[in-house]
Nanobody, 124 residues
Framework: QVQLVESGGGLVQAGGSLRLSCAFSGRIFGNYVMGWFRRPPGKEREFVAAISRSGTSSRYADSVQGRFTISRDNAKNTVYLQMNSLKPEDTAVHYC?????????????????WGQGTQVTVSS
């Protein structure tokens, strides 16, 4: 069974940076498209970023384009989300997700496995 464990969340001032990590285990990492989603307080879960199985393509929500970078290291079974120029609106629980043999979809329903989330809080 696939297991996903996020880490790297915390409290940061506006304009600062954080890097989230997601450790994948249980299956062959390279068979899975990986994505990041987030749930702001009082709102529904929303797409943040996704990366292809090989790591050669990625896509981003308009709200984070140019500020966030998704990457993966298939040798380490880890996907990352580098978050720069953070804004208070980025405050949310961030979730890592895995999609078996999928595309870099924006839809949460496309993903088969989910981590438990890590809190990112951006103060002004």
């Amino acid at each position: 069974q696939v297991q996903l464990v996020e880490s790297g969340g915390g409290l940061v001032q506006a304009g600062g940076s954080l890097r989230l990590s997601c450790a994948f285990s249980g299956r062959i990492f390279g068979n899975y498209v990986m994505g990041w989603f987030r749930r702001p307080p009082g709102k529904e879960r929303e797409f943040v970023a996704a990366i292809s199985r090989s790591g050669t393509s990625s896509r981003y929500a308009d709200s984070v384009q140019g500020r966030f970078t998704i990457s993966r290291d298939n040798a380490k079974n880890t996907v990352y989300l580098q978050m720069n120029s953070l804004k208070p609106e980025d405050t949310a629980v961030h979730y890592c997700a895995a999609d078996y043999m999928g595309a870099t979809s924006l839809a949460s329903s496309s993903y088969d496995y989910w981590g438990q989330g890590t809190q990112v809080t951006v103060s002004s």
